[in-house]
């Protein structure tokens, strides 16, 4: 049983490129919720997608976007990139929409923007 | 909002003692989730322990175990025979009913030989 798979899991862009982020929920997983963690810092929530509808979202630009496939993998999108936008990208992965209590998480994305 | 603190950035333990990791969170809702999550140089987030609000008894998985005072909220985690494996950066995480999670910053534990 694959548990959640993120790609790639680094990646190096410029300042203004944008990037694409993906993620393979764990098998039976319905629901994903990316978050952004910084150097030394916790994870913070980015949005989550259920159906395929963003369902919730945190403080974050709208250069962020995401969708989510019917079955059931997600892409983050982050347009414009910033120097602060430098960070491990973390997908998590659950049931239910916003009922479920436990996540899964993958082990992220690292990106550097330069 | 919700807010979770971690008030120690960084702790040590001899193995085979024991730990204590500090966890405060603010909240104005009676029924959430707290859990600890266990983050390995692998970066993958681990559930380590997880306990209901409306459960007064304080959860245990194997080692792991929590003081859970709901009055104070107050969310501690208990390492009981600190293995080599357990170095890792462990986060305090809240999640009301419905809502994502909130991660505290973090503490960063290393075993002793």
């Known amino acids: 049983d694959a548990g959640v798979t993120q790609s790639p899991t680094h990646l190096i862009k410029t300042r203004g490129q944008q990037v694409t982020l993906r993620c393979s929920p764990k098998s039976g997983h319905d629901t994903v919720s990316w978050y952004q963690q910084a150097l030394g810092q916790g994870p913070q929530f980015i949005f989550q997608?259920?159906?395929?509808?963003?369902?919730q979202r945190g403080n974050f630009p709208d250069r962020f976007s995401g969708h989510q496939f019917p079955n059931y993998s997600s892409e983050l999108n982050v347009n414009a990139l910033l120097l602060g936008d430098s960070a491990l990208y973390l997908c998590?992965?659950?049931?239910?929409?916003?009922?479920?209590?436990?996540?899964?998480f993958g082990s992220g994305t690292q990106l550097s923007v330069l | 909002a919700q807010t979770v603190t971690q008030s120690q950035p960084e702790m040590s333990v001899q193995e085979a003692e024991t730990v204590t990791l500090s966890c405060t969170y603010d909240?104005?809702?009676?029924?959430?989730?707290l859990f600890w999550y266990k983050q390995p140089p692998s970066r993958q987030m681990i559930l380590v322990i997880r306990?209901?609000?409306?459960?007064?008894q304080n959860a245990t998985e194997n080692r792991f175990s929590v003081n859970f005072q709901k009055a104070a909220k107050s969310f501690s985690l208990k390492i009981s025979d600190s293995q080599l494996g357990d170095a890792a950066m462990y986060f305090c995480a809240y999640r009301g009913y419905g809502q994502n999670f909130v991660f505290g910053p973090g503490t960063r534990l290393s075993v002793l030989p």
């Open positions: 997608y259920y159906e395929e509808e963003e369902r």
């Open positions: 998590a992965t659950g049931t239910g929409g916003l009922g479920g209590e436990k996540l899964f």
């Open positions: 909240t104005s809702e009676s029924d959430y989730y």
């Open positions: 306990q209901e609000a409306y459960k007064q």
